[in-house]
């Protein structure tokens, strides 16, 4: 072969398509994918921080790192029903936070990414916090995954439980080894694995309080327990990559690092307005990483706006598999990864709280229509939690002003107008308790001259 034929041939591999090049390869990809919990915008060094997470800043260095992806929620439940699914989790049976004496869960209805996977040939593996519904017919080995290692929910509730399969094996647990354990059982996976493609979902409970980090690392960030609890993090995440490449599957596995949703308490959501709880940035911004090489190319900043929700869409084009029946809500950002596209056409993408639309997001426009009455994780007023229509919807370019300081609505009146028209066209696509939500907020009174008005919000 000529040697201009072959450079021809070797380019034109190079950028072809993700999917036609897994379809090439002897096996298809194996998946990880690690979800921290409460982990802020700005908590990574690649992300501004000064904690130190040399591994994912490495991770990011060699793959893709995204400036503007999105958490379908800001707390913890709804958030993680989408990162399965691909489907808000209005939809799928988890609309808030889940405890433990809660009697439901992800709906039977709904297709996980590790159901996706599995007759595909896949072994599939849940370890960490679940958070999806207790009861068995909803823990993961219900939902697609060969064995389930974890809390199934947040580890600040009782009774705090360690679970193996669906039994209990540990309680209280002990918080400070957790991160340690949950790493050596991933690594463990990883090695029993390597003859098979395989899907790890490796959801971390740090950093959600309460915090505690194992003897190693007490001390080592020298930015409080927060800083160390970060740090062992990092530190697990180097781990799985060492698996991977000790088992010669580097080349074979896309890893994806993602949080659930903003900070709580403590850490950072950079210069982002709000937290966790808050359909501002700050609640549903999140570091995300993305690793494969040979497939992904290092070094890349992506700018383009992409969601947790679609995960699920882009993994099932990538193995060429057939989408599930439930009509999804996110889009395959396969090329937006491989960097052939600086950007996918989406649909609008929603804000919710609970049953309640508050935002809605077009390209780089974001339009709050409804806000709270009280900000999130504060005492509430004596009569309660209400949704307020805002008297005047606030419009902000979020590729310019991600801090939200300069509403746009003013001179930008057709904008406003046209994302208002599709979510009036959107809303009956929508769950009946989300129809019933909106209409109380927009016949709700919150002018104060109003009879039985509610005060203006406080902001």
Not at 270 to 299: H, Q, V
Not at 334 to 363: H, I, K
Not at 392 to 406: G, K, R, S, V
Request: with cysteine.
């Amino acid at each position: 072969m000529k040697r201009r034929n072959f450079i021809k041939k070797s380019t034109a591999a190079a950028f072809a398509p993700l999917s036609t090049r897994l379809k090439a390869s002897s096996r298809p990809p194996n998946i990880v994918h690690i979800v921290a919990d409460d982990l802020g915008y700005g908590d990574l060094g690649c992300y501004g921080s000064r904690i130190r997470t040399p591994n994912l800043n490495q991770m990011a260095r060699e793959g893709v790192r995204f400036r503007q992806f999105y958490s379908a929620n800001a707390v913890c439940s709804p958030s993680r029903a989408p990162i399965l699914t691909g489907r808000y989790g209005v939809r799928t049976g988890v609309h808030t936070v889940l405890f433990p004496n809660d009697l439901h869960g992800l709906a039977e209805t709904e297709t996980t990414i590790a159901q996706l996977l599995k007759p595909a040939g896949y072994k599939t593996a849940c370890i960490g916090k679940w958070h999806l519904g207790r009861p068995n017919q909803y823990l993961p080995t219900s939902k697609g995954f060969d064995s389930y290692y974890g809390i199934p929910y947040s580890n600040d509730m009782a009774p705090s439980v360690l679970m193996r399969y669906i039994g209990v094996i540990e309680s209280p647990v002990e918080l400070a080894s957790l991160t340690r354990r949950y790493t050596e059982e991933a690594v463990k996976f990883i090695n029993q694995s390597k003859e098979s493609p395989f899907f790890l979902y490796l959801p971390y409970n740090a950093p959600h309080i309460p915090l505690d980090v194992s003897p190693d690392f007490v001390g080592k960030s020298n930015m409080g327990l927060y800083g160390d609890v970060v740090q062992e993090l990092d530190w697990g995440v180097r781990e799985v990559l060492n698996a991977l490449k000790a088992n010669e599957l580097d080349q074979d596995t896309l890893v994806i690092f993602t949080s659930d949703n903003g900070p709580w308490f403590q850490g950072s959501a950079g210069r982002l307005r709000g937290r966790k709880g808050d359909t501002f940035e700050g609640g549903m911004r999140e570091p995300f990483i993305a690793r494969f090489p040979g497939r992904i190319p290092s070094g890349q900043v992506v700018n383009s706006f992409a969601t947790t929700l679609d995960l699920l869409p882009t993994i099932a084009n990538m193995v060429q598999l057939p989408l599930p029946a439930n009509p999804l809500d996110g889009v395959d950002i396969g090329r937006v990864l491989t960097s052939e596209l600086s950007s996918v056409p989406r649909p609008l993408f929603l804000y919710f709280n609970a049953w309640d639309l508050q935002c809605s997001r077009m390209g780089r426009w974001k339009l709050h229509m409804a806000r709270a009455n009280t900000p999130a994780y504060t005492p509430e007023p004596k009569v309660g939690y209400l949704n307020l229509r805002l008297l005047n919807p606030e419009l902000y370019d979020i590729d310019a002003d991600p801090e939200e300081a300069e509403d746009t609505a003013a001179q930008n009146p057709a904008i406003v107008a046209d994302i208002m028209s599709q979510v009036s066209r959107l809303l009956p696509s929508l769950p009946s308790q989300v129809q019933t939500a909106w209409h109380s907020t927009q016949t709700r009174p919150v002018n104060p001259n109003e009879p039985g008005a509610w005060p203006t919000p406080i902001l």
